[in-house]
C-alpha cells in the first residue's frame, strides 16, 4: 500500500483553459473552409510556423502564413490599443491610459521573417512579389501617418466591412480573422483585374509543393495540463521509471497521453492492491506512472529558463 502517491495525485492542480484558447480548434477549421471558398479552393493556411533564420542561429515564429496561388502571406497580427507613432527606428504605442510602450518596428521585424521564409523556399524559385507581408492591427487604433500610409499595414478600418453581419463564428476574433482572409483575396482579384493573371499566379502543382515544404515546419511543443489548458514551448526530457527519455528528435504529431486514476476511490482501491495509479501511452510503448516522481521539461514561451512539471498535472503531450 502506498498512500503517499495517492496523495500526491490528488494534490494535482487544476487549470482551466485561457480565454483565447476556448473553441480555437474549431475556429480553425471553420476559418480554414472560409479560405477554401474564398481563393477558389487551393490555398493553405499555417499557424505558429518557426522557420530558420538563414544565418543559422535561430528561428522565427510567423503568426501566419497564408498560401495562393497569387502570394504567400507572412502576416503578423497585433492587439495594441490607443495610437501608435514611429520614433526612431522604434515604434511607441500610447496607451489610453497615457501610458507608453516602445516595440520593435513589427514591419522590419516581419520583414526578417518573410526573408528566412524566402530563403527556406529558394529551391522553389519563387518570382520577386509573391511572397508578401501584411502586419494587421487588430483592434481600431490611431496610427501616425508614416506607418497608416505604408501598404503593408492592414487596419482594422479596412477588415471591418469584410465582416458579416451574421457570422458561423462565436468569438470575434475568428469573425475578424475570416474577415481579413477575404479582405486579402479581394485584393488580390483588383490586382489581377489590373495585370495579367498568368504572368502572376504560380501553377497548381508547385502551390501544393509549397504547401508541404511549409507543412514540415516545425510549430511549438503542447503540453495540455488537467484542466484543459494548453501551454507551448520547446520540450526537452520525460522522466519517467528513474529514465530519461529524450523529446527533441520526436517526429512532429507524434506525443504521448497520461492515463491516471483520478477517481479517490478507485485510487484507494488501487493503492490497497499495490496496483500503478497511473499509465504513460505513446504508439508503441506503455510505462506505470509515479505521481511523487515522473515528469516532463520544458522551455515555455516567453519564460526565460526551462522548467519542470509533473506528469500527475498532465493529460498529453504532442510535439510540434
Not at 209 to 222: M, P, V, Y
Request: charged letters at 30%; proline letters at 3%.
Amino acid at each position: 500500500m502506498n498512500f503517499h502517491e495517492l496523495n500526491c495525485l490528488s494534490s494535482a492542480r487544476n487549470f482551466s483553459p485561457m480565454g483565447h484558447e476556448i473553441a480555437g480548434d474549431e475556429a480553425e477549421r471553420l476559418i480554414s473552409k472560409q479560405i477554401k471558398s474564398a481563393a477558389n479552393g487551393l490555398s493553405f493556411i499555417y499557424n505558429g510556423k518557426r522557420v530558420p533564420r538563414s544565418d543559422s542561429t535561430g528561428r522565427y515564429e510567423i503568426d501566419i502564413i497564408l498560401l495562393t496561388r497569387q502570394h504567400l502571406y507572412v502576416l503578423e497580427v497585433k492587439n495594441y490599443s490607443g495610437s501608435l507613432s514611429k520614433v526612431g527606428s522604434n515604434w511607441v504605442q500610447t496607451r489610453r491610459n497615457g501610458e507608453q510602450v516602445e516595440h520593435e518596428d513589427n514591419l522590419h521585424k516581419n520583414q526578417l521573417k518573410l526573408e528566412a521564409l524566402n530563403y527556406y523556399l529558394k529551391d522553389f524559385k519563387i518570382p520577386d512579389g509573391y511572397i508578401q507581408q501584411r502586419v494587421l492591427f487588430y483592434k481600431d487604433l490611431m496610427l501616425s501617418p508614416e506607418i497608416s500610409r505604408d501598404s503593408r499595414v492592414v487596419t482594422h478600418e479596412q477588415i471591418k466591412s469584410f465582416i458579416p453581419k451574421v457570422s458561423i463564428f462565436k468569438r470575434v476574433e475568428d469573425q475578424f480573422f475570416a474577415a481579413l482572409i477575404h479582405f486579402l483575396v479581394s485584393e488580390e482579384e483588383k490586382q489581377s483585374a489590373r495585370e495579367s493573371v498568368m504572368t502572376k499566379r504560380i501553377n497548381s502543382e508547385v502551390c501544393r509543393n509549397i504547401g508541404d515544404k511549409i507543412g514540415i515546419l516545425r510549430t511549438w511543443d503542447e503540453i495540455c495540463l488537467k484542466g484543459g489548458r494548453i501551454i507551448r514551448g520547446d520540450a526537452y526530457s520525460l522522466y519517467i521509471e528513474g529514465k530519461e527519455y529524450e523529446l527533441r528528435n520526436l517526429e512532429a504529431s507524434t506525443g504521448f497521453s497520461c492515463k491516471w486514476t483520478r477517481n479517490k476511490l478507485f485510487g484507494f482501491i488501487k493503492s490497497l492492491r499495490g496496483k500503478p495509479l497511473g499509465f504513460v501511452t505513446s504508439k508503441h510503448r506503455k510505462h506505470e506512472l509515479t505521481p511523487s516522481k515522473d515528469k516532463i521539461k520544458i522551455h515555455r514561451v516567453g519564460r526565460p529558463n526551462p522548467e519542470y512539471i509533473y506528469l500527475r498535472e498532465v493529460e498529453w503531450f504532442c510535439k510540434g
